[in-house]
């Protein structure tokens, strides 16, 4: 018997097969329960408007620093960034 063709994988680790694909159409043509849907959500806001992102350079020794000093705190390198900058400009 040949190997059924697969597309990836589902987040749950499912085959994606042709069988799979056809069921999710059937699916998709009898209606989905609007109510059932959950809602996605992008990022979450910071500040009162979208947040912009501005790409800067970092010799490698500083950007060690900046990782190692994020994971000593737990906290994403850019929330790191975002906080000495606010100290930097608050300092001026």
Do not use: C, N, W
């Not at 994971?71 to 960034?81: C, F, L, M």
């Amino acid at each position: 018997m040949p190997e059924k063709k697969t597309y990836g994988a589902t987040r749950d680790g499912k085959p994606i097969t042709d069988e799979l694909i056809e069921e999710y159409v059937a699916e998709a043509e009898r209606g989905y329960d609007l109510d059932k849907l959950r809602v996605v959500r992008g990022r979450p806001p910071m500040g009162s408007a979208p947040a912009k992102s501005f790409p800067v350079r970092l010799d490698p020794d500083l950007r060690t620093a900046l990782d190692e000093r994020a994971e000593h705190d737990g906290r994403p390198a850019s929330e790191v960034v975002r906080e000495a900058l606010r100290q930097y400009l608050d300092a001026g």
